[in-house]
Structures are given as structure tokens and as C-alpha cells.
């Protein structure tokens, strides 16, 4: 005859692989490491400071875009 297993300790394990293969899928669409988010800033923050730089106060003499 067959294997008695238990329907409960069955359907858990069934959920935990479940789980773990959606959370699998979720690191590989959404995850990035703390590094990855930090150097993405630091480049950001970057640009930010070369555009903010190069930005003109003064209006162009017969600019009329305002």
C-alpha cells in the first residue's frame, strides 16, 4: 500500500513552495541590493550638481519663452 502522509503537513508544504518560488520571481523583478540603490544617488545626485551648475539666473536679453 502507499505512503500514510498527513493533508495538513502536505498543503504547508505545498504554500511554502509556493511562497518561495513568488518570492524568487519578486528579487528578480523588483530586487536590488542597498549598493546598487546607493550608487544609482550617488550618480543622480551627481547630474543634479552639473545640471544645477550650468543652470543661467539671468534671463537671455529678448527671451520671450516666460
Known amino acids: ?12 508544504q505545498r504554500a511554502r513552495a509556493e511562497a518561495a518560488a513568488r518570492a524568487d520571481q519578486n528579487r528578480r523583478a523588483f530586487g536590488r541590493t542597498a549598493a546598487e540603490k546607493a550608487a544609482e544617488a550617488a550618480v543622480k545626485a551627481r547630474v543634479d550638481r552639473t545640471l544645477d551648475g550650468a543652470r543661467l539666473d539671468s534671463p537671455i536679453p529678448g527671451d520671450r519663452s516666460e
Do not use: D
Open 1 to 12: 500500500m502507499g505512503e500514510v502522509i498527513s493533508l495538513r503537513l502536505a498543503r504547508k
